[in-house]
């Protein structure tokens, strides 16, 4: 299985980001002729953000009492917990009149994970079963201890970046209404690496990813501000399709001994690549106040809905558990600090 250079991309949204700015600056600079009656407005705006709707079903922990009329069979689900981490939002518009143009710019990168598991079979005829992608283990005795570990690396890496065109469709002394049309540019990585067997026999690597190259598709928004003395009251709602391949690859490896040092000796494979087509909705609503002429501090809520995402293969438990495609829709929602600077 192809793996990603992690820090490739962690840099790429930088990249993307300077780009998208380069291209605003550019595109403005042919109406600094009429700067006397234009602004540029800048904002950066760091949030607290949380990932919903992504915590996928990684291990299923079966408790059977054979003893017991009729037999017992207790099941645990464990899923992946997504991580709530900082995200980044960042804007850049010029205003003249009834136009605009503006580059707008979000970044999250976050991990999954869950608290390693073990256990053991404790009386006679009882058995505990570790279920995970397409691989069972089963514990007879206390001298078959199980164990479920999340490995490094599982991370969860979305951003966006947007370039745009903005007309004023309506407007008073107090209140306006903006239609945005322009391009966006996405991309979405996910990857998953755990472990599971019997302590120091044998157990399996579970190994699987989703990873797409750079995603353009069309873009549409209507942003709304009302305003009252200083203070500013903001909403943006914005609709894209973004459009690309996404490779799903996904690899377990059997092994013996342990999963520090293991000695594979069988491994399965599961490639796919197919096209898709992922809406993304946005949702902002921010309040500013005006602190300076210049200088603006506000509070906000940014959220971000990717719908049907294909995402990592091979960690659904059970039989044909490594053979599963899913789809997730991932809803992405932040608390935001923004600051504002108009010149």
Known sequence: MTKTDPSASRRTPRAAA???LAIAVALAAGGAAGADEGKWILRIEPMLMDAYGHDQHVLTIHEIDRGAT?????KTPVNLDTGADVAYHAEFIYKWKQWGLGTDFFWFNTQQGRESRSAAA????DEVVFAVADRSFTSTGPGEVLYFSILGDTDLIAWTADLYAMRTLAETPESAIHLRLGVRVADFDNDFHAAAGIRDAFGSLVDASSNYGLMPGPL??????VRRGKHLFEGYLAQSVVLADAELSGMTSD?????ETPSVFNQEVFHKVQDVAIPITDIRLRWTYGVTERISLGLGAHSSVWWDVPVPPGVIPGPGGNEAF???TIVYLGWLGSVGITF
């Open 326 to 328: 899913l789809e997730n």
């Open 70 to 74: 009729p037999q017992v069979d207790t």
């Open 255 to 259: 092994f013996t001994g342990s999963a």
């Open 220 to 225: 549409v928004g209507l942003a709304g501000e």
């Open 18 to 20: 300077g780009v998208a």
């Open 122 to 125: 404790g009386a006679p005829g």
